[in-house]
């Protein structure tokens, strides 16, 4: 079971409570990076906390534009345009688009990052595929400075996978075989290294995901 720390319905970033149990119920292990004393941090640090969630100094299209602008696009707060007609819920999620930075949809909502030292900040967190780099990244903006305080790259780049084998049919290749019976036995021959790209076009054609496409939805598989 996995559940997930909140102030004021906002998630608090990383910060998550994980079980396991057995099936009679058993408690087995317990994981926690859930911060400790959560309110009277965010009361020490955040005194004004409702009026800075109801109304944040930087918008989440602001935001947006300056996550864009710290992996090097170019691209202004008026460039962004919403795709949802209102936020939904206290963290104000909200879809968008900025088809001249940036791929596909982007998500913004608010987040608690804790600091050291036990203090709070509010951010917006910004999912967002960069058009230059076309990789994919988690952004943690201050909404009160604008200043970008985590960058976080979800694109996993494949590597080419190697092995050691051997190429013919057996470690004593016996192809095409003698041209006469006889019943020599054709010497052992030593594995070879070799390196292919992971990346196969006949088991994914497409690749793992089509071109465009901001899902982790492609013709092997649906995560």
Known sequence: TLWEQRLDGIPVHDARLLSHVTRRGELV???????PG???AANASVPIRQALITAPPVSSARAIALAAQ???????????????AQPAGPDKRQRFRAPSALNGE????????PMPGGALR?????????RTRGEGYLMLVDA?????MFRQCRTAYISDASYRVFTGESPSPFLPGHPTPQSGQPPVVERVLV?????????????????????????????
């Open 29 to 35: 292990n317990v994981a926690s990076r859930c911060v």
């Open 38 to 40: 959560l309110l009277q």
């Open 70 to 84: 710290n992996l090097g696009e170019t691209l202004e707060a008026a460039q962004v345009s919403p795709l949802d």
């Open 106 to 113: 982007v998500v913004a909502q608010l987040k608690w990052l």
């Open 122 to 130: 509010l951010c917006w967190q910004v999912v967002l595929v960069s």
């Open 144 to 148: 009160q400075s604008g200043e970008v």
């Open 195 to 223: 390196v292919t790209n992971a990346f196969n076009t006949n088991a994914s054609p497409n690749g793992w995901i089509d071109d465009g496409v901001n899902e982790t939805r492609g013709n092997n598989v649906d995560a």
